[in-house]
């Protein structure tokens, strides 16, 4: 990016049921790691602003992220139009431990799509998804021994 250009900003929300871990994902977002503990309802920001870096081809960008947390709010259905305006993305969370989360899906997916135009760039996220697990399943069929994080294709995780 040129001098004195501004970063892309974009507004990602967390949808799921109560429980499921959208706060502790939002914190390891936020923080760069995991918060030990239970997270009560109030005692935490519902919105983190956060610039993180991007690869594109052999150019590093900087890209302005705007993520929200439901903040327990679910429980109550009392999420209001304003959580989801304007929003690039959404993030479906649920939890393996609780397997009725992952049938809620539809029920959160059903919301996004009546408040937000979901939908954009589906094609091109499905397309990278299938690109990195080609690699990745490339890279385990053959001789090289380089980590993938190494090579590029994952960025750090802390898990």
């Given at each position: 990016?040129?001098a004195?250009?501004?970063?892309?900003?974009?507004?990602?929300?967390?949808?799921?049921?109560?429980?499921?871990?959208?706060?502790?994902?939002?914190?390891?977002?936020?923080?760069?790691?995991?918060?030990?503990?239970?997270?009560?309802?109030?005692?935490?920001?519902?919105?983190?602003?956060?610039?993180?870096?991007?690869?594109?081809?052999?150019?590093?960008?900087?890209?302005?992220?705007?993520?929200?947390?439901?903040?327990?709010?679910?429980?109550?259905?009392?999420?209001?139009?304003?959580?989801?305006?304007?929003?690039?993305?959404?993030?479906?969370?649920?939890?393996?431990?609780?397997?009725?989360?992952?049938?809620?899906l539809?029920?959160?997916?059903?919301?996004?799509?009546?408040?937000?135009?979901?939908?954009?760039?589906?094609?091109?996220?499905?397309?990278?998804?299938?690109?990195?697990?080609?690699?990745?399943?490339?890279?385990?069929?053959?001789?090289?021994?380089?980590?993938?994080?190494?090579?590029?294709?994952?960025?750090?995780c802390?898990?």
């Open positions: 990016m040129a004195g250009t501004r970063s892309p900003r974009f507004k990602m929300i967390l949808l799921g049921d109560f429980g499921v871990g959208k706060t502790t994902l939002f914190h390891r977002i936020k923080l760069g790691r995991f918060l030990e503990g239970d997270h009560p309802p109030g005692q935490h920001s519902y919105t983190c602003e956060k610039t993180l870096p991007l690869k594109l081809n052999s150019r590093n960008c900087q890209v302005q992220i705007s993520l929200w947390d439901t903040a327990g709010e679910e429980r109550f259905l009392s999420l209001s139009r304003s959580y989801y305006r304007d929003a690039d993305a959404v993030l479906l969370v649920y939890s393996l431990q609780h397997l009725l989360s992952f049938d809620s539809l029920h959160w997916l059903y919301l996004a799509r009546q408040y937000c135009a979901d939908g954009e760039n589906v094609d091109r996220s499905l397309q990278e998804m299938l690109e990195r697990l080609f690699l990745r399943n490339e890279f385990q069929h053959s001789s090289l021994h380089l980590p993938l994080q190494d090579a590029g294709y994952y960025g750090r802390g898990c």
